[in-house]
């Protein structure tokens, strides 16, 4: 398969393979030169990671603190 690479330096893969690795939108790579060749790894991030930084405002360790105090007072 041939991909042409655009004056913006982007490259598009073939359907064909996204479909086959799974590619999404957004999905990271890591790329290396080695020999003349240029290897694109998809990077696969864990849940937790693919969370991190997605809720700054919310203080989850207070919200388990309080629920834990409700669930001692029941006691």
């Known amino acids: 398969m041939l991909a ?32 003349s060749k240029i290897i694109l790894q998809p990077v696969v991030t864990s849940a937790i990671d693919a969370l991190y930084g997605k809720y700054p405002e919310a203080d989850f360790l207070a919200d388990l603190e309080a629920e834990h105090q409700q669930e001692i007072c029941k006691l």
């Not at 330096?9 to 999905?27: C, D, E, F």
């Open 4 to 35: 042409r690479l655009s004056s913006k330096g982007q490259l598009v893969i073939p359907k064909p393979v996204r479909q086959a690795l799974g590619l999404r939108p957004g999905t990271r790579f890591d790329v290396q030169f080695k020999e």
